[in-house]
Nanobody
Framework: VQLQASGGGLVQAGASLRLSCVASGRNFSNYAMAWFRQAPEKEREFVATSWSGGITSYASYADSVKGRFTISRDNAKNTVYLQMNSLKPEDTAVYLC????????????????WGQGTEVTVSS
């Protein structure tokens, strides 16, 4: 699976951005998809994940983004999105999408596949 993230940019605090991550390959719906972020000189941080269990879809968020960010996916387009509202300067980071052949997790080691990242900068 190859992942291509896009949609980052420079915005002011309070603005919104939508990130996209397109996956190559088959059976996209079977993968847990996640967004992580990494700021300079900081560890990779979990942001959100989406996965399916049978006919039920699940999502999980980091406390720091809960209520502001929404993860969604279009399985027909092999794409996962991250809608980011009410952005804050502390959201500044490179955002990476990841895929795993299992349930969603907050742990980077769970994910087998990683995209190259898209940079988000939020000015105050």
């Amino acid at each position: 699976v190859q992942l291509q993230a896009s949609g980052g940019g420079l915005v002011q605090a309070g603005a919104s951005l939508r990130l996209s991550c397109v996956a190559s390959g088959r059976n996209f719906s079977n993968y847990a998809m996640a967004w992580f972020r990494q700021a300079p000189e900081k560890e990779r941080e979990f942001v959100a994940t989406s996965w399916s269990g049978g006919i039920t879809s699940y999502a999980s968020y980091a406390d720091s983004v809960k209520g502001r960010f929404t993860i969604s996916r279009d399985n027909a387009k092999n794409t996962v999105y991250l809608q980011m509202n009410s952005l804050k300067p502390e959201d500044t980071a490179v955002y990476l999408c990841a895929a795993a052949e299992t349930y969603g997790s907050t742990r980077p080691k769970t994910y087998n596949f990683w995209g190259q990242g898209t940079e988000v900068t939020v000015s105050s």
